[in-house]
């Protein structure tokens, strides 16, 4: 199934054909509709498009979707072709539409998108939620393009079902190096804390996240997935707008990050995936978890600085 030769220090998640006939027993597939409780913690193995009929209404704390961006890419055992942008405009609506029945009243949503598909996403989500934010991210990864600027940044929407949602500031602030370290009159840290391992502060969390790394080969959570997502952007996004025994959804599930990293922080798990083998990644990552329950960059209190981080603790 995966014939690829790693480097020895290439720590990226294999899976074998034994492993896939073991995780597939854990997969669900829908036949008829069913309560919350039959899909909770659980990964559905099927099409979105052919289950809207069969999910519960009204189960659904957060929303996070991650779904195909308007350009062409391969996704294992499936691919996407770019549209022109009504026709993925279209295409948005017709998935996210079906989904605001699945929201609590209090529920917060939060859509990827790059800077083809933003204003696709952003001009149908605003029929159905309440804006909050457009969060920008850094995501630097590749050498660069030769007649155009380099594309490294992400938006990710932030929306509400209504005009009140979760917003936990307290658990998602960051801790940042102090470069010009004010001192009071006294000669004491003025709003910041002095270390042996330097000089910090901790501030508030904006909307331009820089201190993100892209999963790769080195990385404990690397898959093959050609889009995945970083646990530490999720594990922001989950702390923020939900709360432990919350349900956090994801209808293009992947390899897994959101489940993973909702059971890392207390959070229940559900998502749908068409592809099998990345379910299995997923199920295999979910039962890693059980053992490291880490996350990079975060100790389980606060989030520090890309690479600033030196010591990874169980959360």
């Known amino acids: 199934m995966n014939d690829k030769i790693r480097a020895p220090l290439n720590r990226t998640i294999d899976i074998s054909p034994g492993e896939i006939k073991k995780y597939k027993k854990n997969l669900v597939k829908l036949v008829k509709p069913v309560g919350p409780g039959a899909i909770t913690n659980k990964i559905i193995n099927q099409d979105l498009f052919k289950v809207w009929d069969f999910l519960p209404h009204a189960f659904v704390d957060l929303l996070f979707i991650d779904p195909p961006y308007n350009l062409h890419k391969n996704f294992n055992s499936s691919s996407f072709k770019e549209m022109c942008d009504d026709e993925y405009e279209e295409y948005v609506d017709s998935w996210l539409s079906r989904l605001v029945p699945l929201l609590k009243p209090d529920a917060s949503v939060y859509i990827c998108g790059d800077w083809k598909s933003s204003l696709a996403i952003y001009n149908s989500a605003r029929k159905y939620f309440v804006v909050r934010n457009r969060i920008t991210w850094e995501r630097e990864k590749g050498r660069g393009a030769k007649s155009n600027w380099k594309n490294c940044s992400e938006d990710i929407w932030f929306f509400s079902s209504k005009n009140k949602s979760k917003f936990n500031i307290e658990q998602v602030k960051i801790k940042r190096k102090v470069l010009a370290p004010y001192k009071d009159k006294a000669g004491n840290p003025k709003d910041w804390d002095e270390s042996g391992n330097g000089n910090f502060r901790i501030t508030y969390p904006s909307n331009l996240w820089t201190d993100i790394t892209v999963p790769f080969w080195s990385m404990s959570e690397n898959t093959d997935h050609p889009t995945?997502?970083?646990?530490?952007?999720?594990?922001?996004?989950?702390?923020?707008?939900?709360?432990?025994?919350?349900?956090?959804?994801?209808?293009?599930?992947?390899?897994?990050?959101?489940?993973?990293?909702?059971?890392?922080?207390?959070?229940?798990?559900?998502?749908?995936?068409?592809?099998?083998?990345?379910?299995?990644?997923?199920?295999?990552?979910?039962?890693?978890?059980?053992?490291?329950?880490?996350?990079?960059?975060?100790?389980?209190?606060?989030?520090?600085?890309?690479?600033?981080?030196?010591?990874?603790?169980?959360?």
């Open 228 to 315: 995945q997502k970083p646990e530490k952007l999720l594990a922001k996004i989950i702390l923020a707008s939900s709360n432990k025994g919350d349900l956090v959804f994801d209808p293009f599930l992947g390899s897994g990050t959101t489940a993973v990293t909702a059971k890392k922080l207390g959070r229940n798990y559900s998502g749908i995936e068409i592809d099998t083998k990345y379910c299995c990644i997923a199920e295999k990552r979910l039962e890693l978890a059980d053992n490291c329950n880490t996350i990079q960059g975060y100790d389980g209190q606060i989030f520090w600085e890309r690479n600033s981080f030196k010591e990874q603790k169980k959360i």
